[in-house]
């Protein structure tokens, strides 16, 4: 299993000279890859500035960032449909199913089997799997992602707490609601709930599932009672209603005290905090019987030409090779697939000695499981369900029993017949 080097890291931080045929000449003949992506676009420019240095013959254009995964896929299934096929796309684990099941998704196996260097640098199959649909490999996992919470460390000592992190949602809201007794500007906390990840994340975590086995709303019990109570609780100690973009602003700025979101954001936190104060990271309650639903995304082809499915090939090798899992790791808190399951090496090693939040997301990794969706063709509008439920919660307009009845009654109505 290949690792990411010294030599690795010198070639993203380096300037790349590209020899040869000049790029006036490489124009004329540079086929374009159109490729959608969510969040982190600085990441992805210069995952394509490396890959062009090297593959001048290939042009990477990406679509604008969209909000959501969620989004992204619906963008790509209306672009499909009126003939302005996407080529690549860097897909959330959970919305691989329902790329697979439109026959959108790629099959990988055979460009895997014709790799020569697969079996010296491919991915590990513990990893893999997160990108398999009915047992083929539809996407090749790019980084991984945790639940986490993250800590004003600053704030908490305001709040003159002084005890260990909190483990529990109790400790952590009894927390919150401390921090947020200091008054305005400063809020408790805030909870991601857009994009239906952490809702499934709180059901898994006490051992139950967003569906049954027969493909019935599996949260009609104190699972999804209890989740909504933990919402409601979360906007009654200041959390304001904003986008996940406007809250790490936030946390940034100093006036939240805890952020429940993505370990992916931890790179991007830490290097913006600098030394303004003091970032603790702490675990998403999970029980022993539970597990947490995997964040992060895995690159899909779903180009139906087949020079450009190559190429797409060539690019998201780059992308999950030693250069591309290294400006994963500099731009993001996303864990490189390649670090889960294998001996880290040195330089990765002495990174993470020096970022303990990323060490810290590399840490939850064995937590994890499935990101369960909604089955059938309205698996993306009982998201949108969901998230208007919980922000109804979380806004206090309603109460949790009362959410709970009518989340039900709703998902239900769309879901495939059982």
Not at 163 to 173: N, R, V
Request: glycine share 10%.
């Amino acid at each position: 299993m290949p690792q990411i080097t010294r030599r690795t890291f010198g070639v993203v931080a380096a300037a790349t000279v590209v020899t040869g045929l000049s790029h006036a000449a490489y124009a004329q003949t540079r086929r374009k890859l159109v490729a959608g992506y969510s969040d982190f676009a600085q990441m992805y420019d210069e995952l394509a500035r490396h890959f062009q240095a090297s593959n001048p013959d290939i042009e990477i254009s990406y679509l604008s960032s969209a909000t959501t995964y969620d989004e992204l896929i619906q963008r790509a299934i209306r672009d499909t449909l009126v003939g302005q096929q996407q080529d690549i796309l860097f897909m959330g684990f959970g919305q691989l199913p329902l790329l697979a099941k439109r026959g959108m998704a790629v099959p990988l196996d055979d460009f895997i089997a014709r790799d020569r260097s697969w079996q010296t640098d491919g991915i590990a199959d513990v990893s893999l799997q997160l990108g398999k649909f009915d047992g083929k490999v539809v996407a090749l996992p790019f980084g991984i992602a945790a639940p986490i919470v993250y800590y004003n460390q600053d704030l908490i000592a305001k709040s003159g707490y002084s005890g260990s992190m909190p483990s529990t949602w109790e400790e952590i809201l009894a927390l919150g609601q401390r921090i947020n007794n200091l008054g305005s500007p400063i809020a408790g906390g805030w909870f991601q709930y857009q994009g239906n990840w952490l809702f499934p994340a709180f059901l898994n975590a006490r051992g139950g599932h967003l569906t049954g086995p027969d493909g019935s709303v599996g949260f009609n019990n104190e699972n999804g009672q209890y989740a909504l109570e933990i919402l409601q609780r979360f906007g009654q100690i200041g959390m304001t209603d904003m986008s996940p973009g406007q809250a790490r602003q936030a946390f940034v700025a100093g006036s939240l005290g805890l952020l429940v979101g993505s370990s992916s954001w931890s790179g991007r936190l830490t290097s913006q905090i600098g030394n303004a104060f003091r970032m603790g990271v702490g675990p998403f309650p999970c029980t022993e019987q539970g597990f947490l639903p995997a964040g992060g995304n895995a690159i899909a082809i779903i180009s139906k030409d087949a020079t450009h499915q190559s190429d797409a090939w060539r690019f998201i090798r780059f992308a999950t090779g030693p250069v591309g899992q290294s400006i994963l790791l500099n731009n993001s808190g996303y864990v490189p697939p390649k670090a889960t399951g294998a001996p880290q090496s040195s330089t990765l090693n002495a990174f993470l000695a020096t970022h303990p939040s990323q060490a810290f997301a590399i840490s939850q990794v064995s937590r994890l499981g499935p990101w369960e969706q909604f089955p059938g063709d309205n698996s993306t509008a009982l998201n949108t369900v969901v998230e208007n439920s919980l922000q109804a919660v979380i806004t206090q307009r309603v109460a949790p029993k009362d959410a709970l009845v009518s989340l039900v009654r709703d998902v239900s109505a769309k879901l495939p017949d059982h």
